[in-house]
């Protein structure tokens, strides 16, 4: 890195933009759950805006990646090396968007869809 914060800033938006996509997540997903606008996240992703550490740790957390491994990236210029290690974590999203749908229902019928999910799973579990 040659110093230019700037060129950091936008460095480090473009990793974290990535990586949320990656995970099937929008900026709207991401910047609720950390509590932050939709436009503050946006200016982050586009480097107009620096992250703090504490919200740099929010999303990394968010994102279920090292915050270490992010700014390698992102200092080194070689995504492709850490980052690719995160390729199991490409359904992030998906689990995401079930687990806030799931939790959006009222408790009697979550109830009943976790005990048709855990009998499914259990049937599964049984064939050969």
Do not use: W
Not at 20 to 27: K, P, V
């Amino acid at each position: 890195m040659d110093g230019n914060l700037q060129d950091f800033d936008t460095r480090l938006g473009a990793r974290l933009r990535e990586l949320r996509t990656r995970r099937g997540l929008s900026l709207s997903d991401v910047s609720e759950e950390i509590g932050i606008s939709y436009q503050q996240m946006q200016k982050h992703e586009a480097g107009r805006n620096s992250v703090s550490v504490k919200r740099m740790l929010r999303v990394t957390a968010l994102l279920a990646v090292e915050p270490c491994a992010v700014l390698e990236s992102v200092l080194t210029e070689s995504c492709d090396d850490r980052l690719s290690e995160l390729q199991p974590f490409q359904r992030m999203g998906e689990r995401h968007r079930i687990l806030k749908a799931y939790f959006s229902l009222p408790e009697e019928i979550r109830l009943a869809f976790l005990s048709l999910a855990e009998e499914v799973c259990g049937q599964m579990d049984e064939k050969p």
